[in-house]
Nanobody, 115 residues
Framework: QVQLVESGGGLVQPGGSLRLSCAAS????????MGWYRQPPGAQRELVAT???????NFLDSVKGRFTISRNNAKNTVYLQMNSLKPDDTAVYYC?????????WGQGTQVTVSS
């Protein structure tokens, strides 16, 4: 079992920045990739960014150049730095950890971009 605890969401004005953190605990040795997904109001959950153990990253097209993903292996934590935020980035953001044959999810953290 893997437990994921997210933090860092909140209300920010357009053009602002936020950093989300996700700390993993439990059977972390099986994790081969971590990432962030989001679910806007009334929409389906979508992949935002992922990072593998080797450091390879993947981003949703609409966040490329604005968001970065990184991980601190010593702290078993993955970060999502979000810059130049737009109202369309408003969503519940979920941390995800991939192990062989299944995924684990955090509880979600709300990000609201509004003036």
């Amino acid at each position: 079992q893997v437990q994921l605890v997210e933090s860092g969401g909140g209300l920010v004005q357009p053009g602002g920045s936020l950093r989300l953190s996700c700390a993993a605990s439990g059977s972390i040795f099986n994790i081969y990739a971590m990432g962030w997904y989001r679910q806007p109001p009334g929409a389906q959950r979508e992949l935002v960014a992922t990072i593998t153990n080797a450091g390879s990253t993947n981003f949703l097209d609409s966040v490329k150049g604005r968001f970065t993903i990184s991980r601190n292996n010593a702290k078993n934590t993955v970060y999502l730095q979000m810059n130049s935020l737009k109202p369309d980035d408003t969503a519940v953001y979920y941390c995800n950890a991939q192990v062989p044959l299944r995924s684990y999810w955090g509880q979600g953290t709300q990000v609201t971009v509004s003036s």
